[in-house]
């Protein structure tokens, strides 16, 4: 059994490589660093990295570093290998498709298997380094025979290598054609207006998917006033680098500053939700790194229909960046609508930026209507009841929102969906999704508001009228005030919360609102599905969970329960494939129960390998294994009972604290599990082995 790789290291690793790239001039100051860091990240006994010499149709190996073959060194004067013997390789320079394999494949690719065996390792993966829509070669790694062998994380962390060092290339490249001055902020060592408007044109000849960042420094001017042009310099250094640092995971990217306190990001490649968690990481960083806060703001904009140009590009960049300065700086605004984002307005000069609290909840409440009424008018309740919180809370600055859901006739009430608001505005994404449940008759006044279906209630620290519990509450959580809004359906009620701290406006002047937004929220019923799909499924949950228990106190024949287990489980996800294996005394893995129609042939028929694969790997680490799309995953191992799987989930049995076997569902659509599914057969695991502990006994 492997060891786990420490949390963060791979972060660590990119961030030191995009610190590198950033930086570098010339291809060899960063190639080593970045193929040292990477094959530590990600445990490799070898890593290599080429280059593709198109002209002589070879593939021209750069550096190989760890533990290498007898015909390899660590700088090479001339390893080369023809691209056309190499069909794995061919595919990955030609299509940009990463490729994995392992010795003991049971389909190996032939020249893989051959170039596995000379080396004397066990596995390998590779993946393509692009730059600026052209392949420019690949990163190469292996593992050693006995150890653990890459998995899904690793290959999406050497793309992300593999994309800083795309960037290095590009950098590397443009500065051996022209003066480094011509293309160099001096005081940041970024890229400058020029460099970043060439990059940005040719990305937009080549059609790729492309997103555009802008920044602004938030009373830059104080600093200088107040502290000296030397500390203005350095707050833009430290801006230079929070960039330089989340880009390390924006693969594909160049950080420029344009002038002044303004910077942008060119990424190629990444959607608007990439260029919305680079805005947020770095106005994270900048919030609680180095000695003294940095607040910025931020706007981003992708290519799509009517921003097509880089002019358009970054005009709506530069739109969304004085609507985040608009709502108050130190925030996120995007060009496009989306969960917890507005679409630009036309906007007049910087000091008109600032408006009243009246009018940005006016503004809330105006948007938002038109999001429910348009692009979220078929989405579930969950989304539109959250969007509604996302859009009072900034209005209102508020320091966190919640919002929640009580089944009728259950007398508790479900938090279904928090987030810091400090947080959340950067981001505009759902940042916590909980099954926090309490009984109702603990807060009267929430009681009543549910109770009838609609309404709204004050609660501040310190008013002797407002109800206990409520006050209680906010003092555990450091809050000032809290208002809350209620609206009801015919399962239940749904419960939208802001809460205040010292920075927020006040809360009344969006009670209205907030009132009006939480009724339109609710959507009416589509095509026959509930308002409640969430608490939907956790009910289902609890009937699966409880007729199981049932089951197994009823019965005490093994094959009957395993059986029985298996239909269940089938029946309550609604997936291609379930399947129960059981590990032998031998080693391997037998499939002793399942459903659905890849298990109509024998039983007995199945058996494969305990430790190979995605089950080995849950019943290693004795923890569940969830794969979104197999095809990406390394560990991966068809089977005969795989068919068209495409998603994953395997958990372990353990029965009498023993490795018994695991649980396998699997289905042909790709994201077809998530954490909710994993909490589930979790708990089906948990009661599956005690009862298989119990037969054994008994």
């Known amino acids: 059994m492997g060891e786990a790789r420490p949390v963060g290291t791979e972060r660590e690793a990119l961030l030191r490589v995009a610190a590198a790239a950033a930086g570098a001039h010339q291809l060899d100051e960063v190639v080593e660093l970045a193929a040292e860091e990477a094959r530590r990240a990600v445990n490799a006994a070898s890593l290599s990295i080429s280059r593709w010499d198109r002209g002589k149709g070879v593939l021209r190996t750069l550096i190989n570093v760890g533990e290498l073959g007898s015909d390899e060194a660590r700088y090479p004067v001339d390893e080369t290998y023809p691209v056309w013997e190499d069909p794995m390789t061919e595919r990955l320079l030609r299509e940009g498709l990463p490729y994995f394999g392992a010795i003991d494949d049971s389909n190996p690719d032939t020249h893989g298997h051959s170039r596995l065996a000379r080396l004397g390792k066990d596995s390998h993966l590779a993946v393509p380094i692009v730059t600026e829509g ?18 899904g994380e690793d290959v999406r962390f050497l793309e992300a290598v593999a994309g800083q060092l795309a960037s290095a290339i590009g950098r590397a490249e443009l500065f051996s054609r022209v003066s480094r001055l011509a293309y160099e902020d001096t005081l940041t060592g970024l890229a400058n207006r020029r460099a970043l408007e060439e990059r940005l044109e040719r990305a937009v000849a080549r059609g790729v ?6 920044l602004d420094v938030d009373e830059l001017k104080a600093i200088n006033d107040n502290e000296g042009h030397d500390a203005g310099d350095r707050a833009l ?3 230079a680098d929070a960039l330089v640092a989340a880009s390390a995971e924006a693969p594909g990217s160049m950080v420029g500053r344009l002038a002044g306190d303004e910077f942008c990001v060119v990424m190629e490649g990444a959607d608007l939700e990439a260029a919305r968690r680079l805005a947020a990481t ?5 919030a609680n790194g180095g000695s003294r806060r940095i607040m910025v703001s931020c706007g981003a904009a992708t290519r799509g229909p009517g921003v097509d140009s880089p002019t358009q590009l970054l005009r709506a960049a530069d739109a969304a960046l004085y609507r985040a300065k608009r709502g108050g700086g130190g925030q996120i605004f995007t060009a496009a609508g989306a969960v917890g984002t507005t679409a630009p307005t036309d906007i007049g000069e910087r000091r008109a930026l600032r408006r009243s609290t009246s009018e940005r909840v006016r503004d809330a409440l105006e948007e938002t209507t038109k999001r429910l009424n348009g692009e979220l008018a078929d989405h579930p309740a969950l989304d539109r009841v959250e969007t509604v919180a996302i859009a009072i809370s900034a209005a209102l600055n508020a320091a966190a929102w919640a919002v929640s859901f009580a089944p009728v006739g259950e007398g508790r009430i479900h938090t279904v969906s928090t987030a810091d608001d400090r947080d959340s505005r950067l981001s505009g994404l759902r940042l916590g999704v909980h099954d926090d449940v309490y009984p109702l008759d603990t807060y009267p006044t929430t009681e009543r508001l549910l109770g009838a279906g609609s309404g709204t209630f004050l609660a501040r620290r310190g008013d002797p009228e407002a109800d206990p519990a409520e006050v209680a509450l906010l003092e555990h959580h450091g809050r000032d005030g809290v208002l809350a809004a209620a609206a009801g359906g015919a399962d239940g009620a749904w419960l939208v919360e802001i809460y205040s701290d010292e920075y927020s406006a006040p809360l009344a002047d969006a009670e209205v609102e907030l009132s009006l937004l939480v009724r339109a929220a609710l959507p009416p019923r589509q095509r026959g599905r509930s308002t409640s799909g969430l608490l939907q499924r956790r009910t289902r949950q609890l009937q699966l969970v409880g007729l199981l228990a049932t089951l197994y106190a009823g019965e005490t024949d093994e094959a009957t329960i395993l059986a029985e287990t298996a239909a269940e489980l089938h029946a309550a996800l609604g997936c291609e494939t379930v399947g129960i294996l059981r590990l032998r005394d031998d080693g391997l893995l037998e499939l002793v129960a399942g459903a659905g129609a890849a298990h109509s042939d024998r039983l007995d028929a199945m058996v494969q390998p305990a ?13 569940p294994v969830l794969v979104a799309d197999v095809s990406r995953e390394p560990d991966y191992r068809p089977t005969s009972a795989s068919g068209t799987t495409h998603s994953e989930l395997d958990v372990p049995v353990l029965a009498r604290e023993s490795p018994w076997g695991a649980i396998s569902v699997q289905d042909g659509e790709t994201n077809a599990f998530d954490a909710e599914d994993v909490r589930l057969l979790a708990a089906v695991a948990s009661q599956l082995g005690a009862a298989l502990g119990a037969t054994e006994h008994a």
Not at 136 to 151: H, K, L, S
Not at 282 to 286: D, H
Not at 611 to 623: A, F, P
Request: glycine letters at 8%.
């Open 134 to 151: 052209e392949t420019w070669g690949e990163v190469y790694a292996t593992t050693a025979v006995g150890q653990p062998r890459f998995r």
């Open 282 to 286: 770095t106005i994270e960083a900048l």
């Open 611 to 623: 430790l190979h694969g995605l089950v080995g790997r849950c019943l290693r680490d004795r923890q």
């Open 209 to 214: 998917e492309l997103s555009v960042v802008m």
């Open 237 to 239: 250094r430290r801006v």
